[in-house]
């Protein structure tokens, strides 16, 4: 009887690690236009057998996460692959009243319209996008409620985006706390972690880029430097001759000294590397994949197919590593 239940006990024991499927996360990091090498990143994932169940995303990593999570990545990828410098003015409507200089509410009609209503709960995906409570600095975990009012909380960069309202908070783009979302991924279930760090080798770059001289424009790129012009010639346009001076004065036309717009994404940089190299110290994932895009701009979003194939370069560095995570699920 007693060698009976110790065979019981066995099969049952062996029954429930059959049962325990080991759970792969994935967390895509911020970074603005170079984000658009996480579609590069999922798409090789997928092509060496590898599909996160867990999705977790920070500012941009929230938009291509999201678009994953609800089976919308090749709208995504197919809008991204055809955007021009063009579309980045059209989809500008500025603010100077609403807590920064673009409101968004533009690029959500187009998300709206393409990905439709949908609730986080209901993605096919298990998916959340990290978030920053104004008021406290609280890092915000959104895993429930509209899958577009999330990601474009996630992605209210201070001083270029206006931040969101959502129950009650005034919330901004999560990379103040969180820029490769970890953490989350695991609080969500995630056994094993695959991370996407895009901001690991830009501090600085913006500055020597520009002080170099070094940029050239190619194939109708746009700079963030033309971006900028533009920005600030709509805003112009509004003003009088004076308020017009005053404007040029405060954004920094000087060639001497860095303008309003190298000093903002020069901090971006230089944040969210510190923040990121603090959280990963305490919270390391599996495999870390960091595609080098310092070549890109905050605002370049006409170069996702740059981008994409950076993406699906740094998973193919890292083929080994993944090869021997899956060997041991």
């Not at 439709?116 to 409570?133: H, K, M, N, R, W």
């Not at 309202?165 to 706390?177: A, E, F, N």
């Not at 194939?219 to 012009?229: M, T």
């Amino acid at each position: 009887m007693a060698e009976v239940l110790a065979v019981s006990i066995k099969l049952q024991d062996k029954k429930m690690l059959v049962d325990k499927k080991t759970k792969i996360g994935l967390a895509l990091g911020s970074g603005s236009a170079r984000g658009w090498a996480h579609i590069g990143v999922i798409r090789a994932l997928e092509e060496m057998g590898i599909y996160p169940e867990i999705i977790t995303g920070c500012s941009i990593g929230s938009l291509v996460g999201g678009a994953y999570a609800s089976n919308r990545l090749d709208v995504l990828e197919d809008w991204a692959t055809k955007f021009t410098w063009q579309d980045i003015i059209s989809y500008m409507d500025i603010s100077l009243l609403e807590g920064g200089f673009i409101r968004g509410d533009k690029l959500m009609a187009f998300a709206r319209l393409h990905v439709g209503e949908l609730d986080i709960q209901s993605l096919p995906l298990t998916f959340a996008a990290v978030a920053t409570e104004l008021d406290s600095g609280r890092e915000i975990w959104l895993r429930e409620g509209n899958l577009v009012d999330s990601i474009r909380a996630s992605i209210a960069l201070p001083g270029l985006f206006a931040p969101v309202k959502l129950d009650g908070r005034w919330l901004v783009d999560g990379g103040l706390v969180d820029p490769v979302p970890i953490s989350l991924c695991r609080a969500m279930g995630a056994d094993v972690v695959i991370a996407v760090n895009l901001n690991g080798d830009l501090v600085g770059k913006h500055l020597k880029r520009k002080n170099s001289g070094s940029v050239q424009k190619k194939n109708n790129k746009v700079s963030d430097e033309d971006v900028w012009d533009r920005i600030t010639n709509q805003i112009s346009n509004s003003f009088s001759e004076k308020k017009e001076a005053l404007l040029s004065t405060l954004l920094g036309q000087s060639k001497e000294a860095p303008g309003l717009f190298d000093v903002l994404a020069s901090s971006i940089n230089i944040m969210q590397d510190k923040i990121t190299r603090s959280r990963m110290a305490g919270d390391p994932a599996e495999i870390m994949l960091t595609p080098r895009l310092s070549s890109l701009g905050l605002m370049e979003f006409d170069q996702a197919a740059v981008a994409i194939e950076e993406g699906r370069a740094c998973v193919k560095n890292m083929r080994f590593a993944l090869d021997k995570m899956v060997s041991e699920l």
